[in-house]
């Protein structure tokens, strides 16, 4: 899940990206100040889409994804507080692509190489990560119900939460790889989100009146 979390922060990157955005939401016939608007909400919009990722990765990746955020949607509106009364949104988009060709610096690979310390090259395609995303889930999804395969009752659920509770710190623990955190602190982490979202599910069903019966 932590992987997959960099994977989408990645894709995050890539589309609030200056030149990405800026082909993907031009519109012909607006003015400056509607672009403007259009492009900021724009990010907006993508980073509290993806706003959630923020408890699987490090506090360092979250604040560099958040201050690439914060430090395009400043570049747009310095760069339209310049331009004259009566400017296109054209004339807006040409003017940050010139800034961004003589800084390179806002380029999305500088982003993932020196704060996300990730290879863009090396993330594959996203129809790899999909596919592994849905792997990753229905595995996730089998191993606490593979007890009641097997048994029933009080030991098919304390197998269950074993297991769960067992596979939640390895998969923590052996994503330290990607992270600068050690195995057990890793480990440690993903369980306690685990335990979270496991509370928060039985409190909703617990609301609405929902028990499983064992």
């Known amino acids: 899940m932590q992987l997959q979390a960099y994977e989408r922060l990645m894709l995050l ?49 979250w604040d560099a994804v958040r201050n690439f955020k914060e430090q395009n949607m400043l ?10 009364d009566g400017a296109t949104g ?22 993932a190489r ?34 009641y395969l097997l048994t029933a009752g009080t030991k098919a659920w304390i197998a269950s939460a074993s297991l769960s509770f067992c596979a939640l710190f390895t998969v923590g623990a052996v994503l330290s790889i990607f992270t600068a955190r050690g195995p057990l602190l890793s480990g440690a ?5 685990g335990l979270l979202v496991s509370a928060i599910t039985y409190s909703v069903g617990w609301l609405f009146g929902v028990s499983v019966a064992g």
């Open 114 to 147: 020196e704060e996300l310390g990730l290879d863009p090259a090396g993330l594959g395609s996203p129809w790899t990560a999909a596919m592994s995303s849905f792997f990753a889930f229905v595995v996730g999804a089998f191993v606490p119900v593979a007890p």
């Open 189 to 193: 982490r993903m369980l306690g989100i």
């Open 13 to 61: 990157t890539d589309r609030i990206a200056l030149p990405n955005l800026i082909n993907r939401v031009n519109q012909q016939g607006l003015s400056a100040k509607e672009m403007q608007f259009l492009l900021t909400q724009s990010i907006k919009q993508e980073f509290e889409h993806n706003i959630t990722q923020q408890i699987y990765v490090s506090p360092e990746s």
């Open 90 to 111: 054209m004339d807006l988009n040409k003017s940050l692509l010139e800034l961004i060709i003589q800084n390179p610096k806002t380029a999305i690979d500088t982003l």
């Open 75 to 84: 570049i747009i509106n310095q760069v339209a507080s310049f331009l004259p």
